[in-house]
């Protein structure tokens, strides 16, 4: 067994709502922040992307 887990995969940088932050670094911190505002892009592109689909749907109908 290793003294060092250099050679483990690191484990991906996840966030759970509501945790506590107490614990967490400025890097770790910004990390987070960073990896929530991909997801917001990724939702809002989403959600675009339905809105406009749903609206071409209502279009045909009217």
């Known amino acids: ?10 484990k991906k940088t996840a966030h759970e709502i509501g945790s506590d932050l107490s614990q967490l670094s400025v ?3 910004t990390a987070r922040i960073a990896l ?6 990724r939702l809002e592109a989403e ?6 689909s749903r609206s071409a749907a209502e279009g045909l109908f009217r």
Do not use: G, Y
């Open 47 to 52: 959600r675009t992307r339905k809105s406009a």
């Open 36 to 41: 929530l505002a991909e997801e917001i892009a």
């Open 27 to 29: 890097d770790e911190l």
């Open 1 to 10: 067994m290793s003294l060092f887990d250099d050679d483990q995969p690191k």
